[in-house]
């Protein structure tokens, strides 16, 4: 993921070398005598345990053994997602909605690899089909939501943002660390998604939460923040004091 490093220390590399190399001789022993099913739950074991190198290893494995198996291409592919091998887990992720036409999870996930490498029309595609799958998925909305907003396609975010609400209203806080606001890299990026979720907040009948993110709109510099007096969506707020003190309104002609 964004920002990882990796640091070795070639000494204690080097002394575990011996060890290492026997450990994974003896893995690999075990795994030629496993059921496909016995390597899955291996894998599932290792990705338990964050040790997604050796959980790759078993999914190999199983999957050598059954190569039609839409699940395990998805499960490896975030084994490799998590290892920050994107292109590998994308094209596992691909070969899942390939093997089965009906897999939404794998469709989203493909989604979200595209959408890590800020190809953000073809994570759009993706999120579409798993969404036209699964309508009844927040997670799916929000993820296109984020990618529409991405494209500064603010009126379709606003659709999928407010979908995903109706289905699950802690589906963007749930999601937020799933990389929609690390992907939004600039201050007025954040003031535009700050008032787009106040008009979905509004548009919802919360209030207190619309506000709340016109405060942050206008803090993170909003350059359109008189708006909130033409745009419909505030109608119920035009006379409310506690607007005037995040915006004040318009002075009469």
């Known amino acids: 993921m964004r920002g990882l490093m990796w640091r070795m220390m070639v000494v204690a590399m080097v002394v575990g ?13 075990d795994m030629k005598s496993m059921t496909a099913a016995q390597l899955e739950e291996a894998a599932d074991t290792c990705r338990a345990q964050k040790d997604y190198g050796q959980a790759i290893q078993y999914f190999n494995e199983a999957l050598r053994r059954d190569k ?5 291409y998805n ?7 998590k290892s920050n091998d994107l ?19 794998a469709l989203n996930n493909a989604g979200a ?3 890590l490498q800020k190809n953000f029309s073809q994570a759009a595609r993706y999120f579409k089909k ?10 799916f909305h929000v993820n296109l939501g984020a990618a529409w907003f991405s494209q500064k396609k603010l009126d379709q975010a606003i659709n999928e943002y407010a979908r995903a609400l109706t289905l699950d209203p802690e589906a963007l806080i749930q999601n937020a660390r799933a990389g929609i606001s690390a992907q939004i890299s600039s201050p007025e990026e954040r003031a535009t998604y700050d008032y787009m979720l106040a008009k979905i907040q509004a548009k919802r009948g919360n209030l207190q939460e619309c506000l709340v993110c016109l405060k942050k709109a206008k803090e993170d510099g909003y350059r359109n923040i008189a708006n909130v007096y033409k745009d419909e969506e505030f109608r119920r707020l035009w006379n409310d004091p506690r607007l005037a003190e995040i915006a004040p309104p318009p002075v009469a002609k």
């Not at 039609?68 to 395990?72: E, G, Q």
């Not at 490896?76 to 997602?81: K, P, T």
């Not at 887990?89 to 036409?101: G, H, P, T």
């Open 113 to 115: 690899v595209y959408f």
């Open 130 to 139: 798993a969404v036209a799958l699964d309508e009844t998925r927040a997670t």
């Open 75 to 81: 499960k490896r592919g975030m084994a490799e997602l």
């Open 68 to 72: 039609k198996n839409a699940v395990l």
């Open 87 to 105: 292109q590998s887990a994308r094209a596992d992720f691909e070969k899942a909605a390939k093997v089965n036409r009906k897999f939404a999870d």
């Open 17 to 29: 070398l011996s060890q290492f190399s026997s450990g994974t001789e003896q893995v690999t022993q």
